[in-house]
T-cell receptor
Framework: DTEVTQTPKHLVMGMTNKKSLKCEQHMGHRAMYWYKQKAKKPPELMFVYSYEKLSINESVPSRFSPECPNSSLLNLHLHALQPEDSALYLCASSPQGAQAPYEQYFGPGTRLTVT | AQKVTQAQTEISVVEKEDVTLDCVYE???????LFWYKQPPSGELVFLIRRNSFDEQNEISGRYSWNFQKSTSSFNFTITASQVVDSAVYFC??????????FGQGTELSVKP
C-alpha cells in the first residue's frame, strides 16, 4: 500500500459545527503532516507529527486541533471555524522523522467549505 | 532567510513543445534538499524528484529532466515533448534543516492539444 488516504473528500460545515478530518497511511512512515492550501497558492504547513509526537505547530489557531492516535492515523479536529478557513486540507507522510531529508507523500485532500 | 522563487506564474504551450520551469532558491545552509511536486486539477501533490545539495548531476526520467546548478542557485525542470496530461501546477520546494518544506508559488502549466 503506497498511498495516503483522506476522508471525507468534501466537507461543508457551519461556523458552530464540530467536525474531523481523517488521514491514514500504511507505509510505515514516521512523520505525518497537515497542510492548508488556498486557491492559486502553495500549501502552508500547519502541524507536523514525528514518531507520533507533535513536533511543529505553525502558530495555528486553536480552533484547529490535531491528533495522532497511532503511527498510521492523523486527525484534524475542527471547531468554530471561520469562512476564511475554507480551503483544501492536505495530509502528507514521510518515511523517517520530520527532520530527515525524505520526500513527502500527499493524500488527495479534503476540500472544506465553511458557511 | 530561505526562499524559493518560481518567476513563471503561468505557461501555456502546444502539445509536443518542450517547456522549462524555472526555480531559484535562497539558503545559507550548506546541506539542503530540493524537490519538485506536480499538482494536477484533482488536487493531490505528486512527488517528482529530490536532489541534495551535494549532488549536482542532472537527472533524466523519461520526458522529464532536471538541471541543478549551485553556482546560480537554480533547479530547473524541463518537460520534453509535452502532453496534455502534463497540465498541472508545478511546485519547487526547499527543505530546511528543521525539516520544513518551503514551497515556491508554483507555475501553472497548460498544454493545449
Amino acid at each position: 500500500d503506497t498511498e495516503v488516504t483522506q476522508t471525507p473528500k468534501h466537507l461543508v460545515m457551519g461556523m458552530t459545527n464540530k467536525k474531523s478530518l481523517k488521514c491514514e497511511q500504511h507505509m510505515g512512515h514516521r512523520a505525518m503532516y497537515w497542510y492548508k492550501q488556498k486557491a492559486k497558492k502553495p500549501p502552508e504547513l500547519m502541524f507536523v507529527y514525528s514518531y507520533e509526537k507533535l513536533s511543529i505547530n505553525e502558530s495555528v489557531p486553536s480552533r484547529f486541533s490535531p491528533e495522532c492516535p497511532n503511527s498510521s492515523l492523523l486527525n484534524l479536529h475542527l471547531h468554530a471555524l471561520q469562512p476564511e478557513d475554507s480551503a483544501l486540507y492536505l495530509c502528507a507522510s514521510s518515511p523517517q522523522g520530520a527532520q530527515a531529508p525524505y520526500e513527502q507523500y500527499f493524500g488527495p485532500g479534503t476540500r472544506l467549505t465553511v458557511t | 532567510a530561505q526562499k524559493v522563487t518560481q518567476a513563471q506564474t503561468e505557461i501555456s504551450v502546444v502539445e509536443k513543445e518542450d517547456v522549462t520551469l524555472d526555480c531559484v532558491y535562497e539558503t545559507r545552509d550548506t546541506t539542503y534538499y530540493l524537490f519538485w511536486y506536480k499538482q494536477p486539477p484533482s488536487g493531490e501533490l505528486v512527488f517528482l524528484i529530490r536532489r541534495n545539495s551535494f549532488d549536482e548531476q542532472n537527472e533524466i526520467s523519461g520526458r522529464y529532466s532536471w538541471n541543478f546548478q549551485k553556482s546560480t542557485s537554480s533547479f530547473n525542470f524541463t518537460i520534453t515533448a509535452s502532453q496534455v496530461v502534463d497540465s498541472a501546477v508545478y511546485f519547487c520546494a526547499l527543505q530546511n534543516q528543521g525539516g520544513k518544506l518551503i514551497f515556491g508559488q508554483g507555475t501553472e502549466l497548460s498544454v493545449k492539444p
